[in-house]
């Protein structure tokens, strides 16, 4: 069975696509079977790994996947990346008539409509993945809901400042929230948050990541991802930072994946024994 990731926080501009797509090539790069859904409006992951204008108005995606009344099934719009082992399920972002596209306007608020997502994620197709990523929009929208409460684990990005903190929190309380109203075997587990972009030079940032320590403990990944150019270029190229092995970026995020991979099997394991909670975000 596919082990399903949400990638989200409560603040834009935290490298969440970016740690998305860089966390999917490097278990692509450990031979596992990895499919990216882009689930965030703006369609940076189609763009990134796909070449995004080619499905702007031309074929179809998540959203008319999921609009009322489709006949598409999920294996008629996954597309096969360039990256070994790395499958897309992409955003249309724009629709015939140049208008962005929304999950939320798609499938609307009404519970009806958000059991679409749950019940997309069951489908058998998604085993045929050893992991499902999902890159999510910033806000805590019914789409964004219904992802989580599909999802086995959530992880955080966030960057070392006041803003990508407090980004962090929200999200803390919002997974906090919808797993009040889930049964204790099918609560999303909390992962942990990736600190990205960090400049150890700057006190700023070696301020954040004792604060971010302090307060989530062995919840904040051991190896955060360094800033980098490539980092920062990679989405005008269409390559991602681990198409250059050598760059610190590509080497801390290949640490941070086996990381991840540790924690999962971990949680995996203490799963068996008690229910875990997200930790109080005192950040």
């Known amino acids: 069975m596919s082990i399903k990731i949400q990638v989200r926080s409560n603040k834009g501009g935290v490298a969440k696509t970016t740690s998305a797509v860089n966390i999917g090539h490097c278990l692509a790069n450990k031979g596992y079977k990895v499919l990216i859904v882009d689930a965030d409006g ?13 499905f702007i108005g031309k074929r179809p995606g998540i959203n008319k996947l999921l609009e009322k009344g489709s006949k598409l099934n999920p294996e008629d719009v996954v597309v ?6 790395l499958f897309v399920l992409p955003n249309e972002k724009i629709d015939a008539n140049g208008s962005t596209y929304s999950l939320t306007s798609i499938i609307g608020d009404h519970p009806v409509f958000q059991n679409i997502i749950k019940n997309l994620l069951k489908n058998e197709f998604f085993n045929d993945f050893d992991y499902t990523i999902f890159d999510c929009g910033p806000a805590n929208e019914s789409d964004a809901v219904s992802i989580q409460v599909g999802c086995d684990y959530l992880l955080i990005p966030s960057t070392p400042v006041h803003d990508g903190l407090t980004g962090l929190k929200s999200a803390l309380d919002f997974l906090e929230e919808i797993n009040s109203y889930m049964d204790p075997c099918d609560k999303t587990e909390f992962l942990g948050v990736i600190a990205c972009s960090i ?39 269409g390559k991602t930072i681990m198409d250059f092995p050598k760059d610190k970026a590509a080497i801390a995020y290949e640490l941070a994946t086996s990381e991840l991979i540790q924690k999962i099997e971990a949680l995996k394991k203490s799963k068996t024994k008690k ?5 109080e975000a005192n950040l």
């Not at 229910?275 to 930790?279: D, I, Q």
């Open 42 to 54: 703006q369609a940076n992951i189609t763009d990134y790994l796909l070449g995004g204008v080619e």
């Open 80 to 85: 096969e990346s360039r990256i070994d082992n």
């Open 199 to 237: 400049n150890n030079t700057l006190g700023e940032h070696k301020d954040c990541l004792k604060h971010l320590k302090e307060g989530l403990g062995d919840y904040l990944f051991q190896n955060n991802i360094p800033q980098s150019q490539k980092a920062y270029r990679f989405s005008r190229t």
């Open 275 to 279: 229910n875990k909670r997200a930790p």
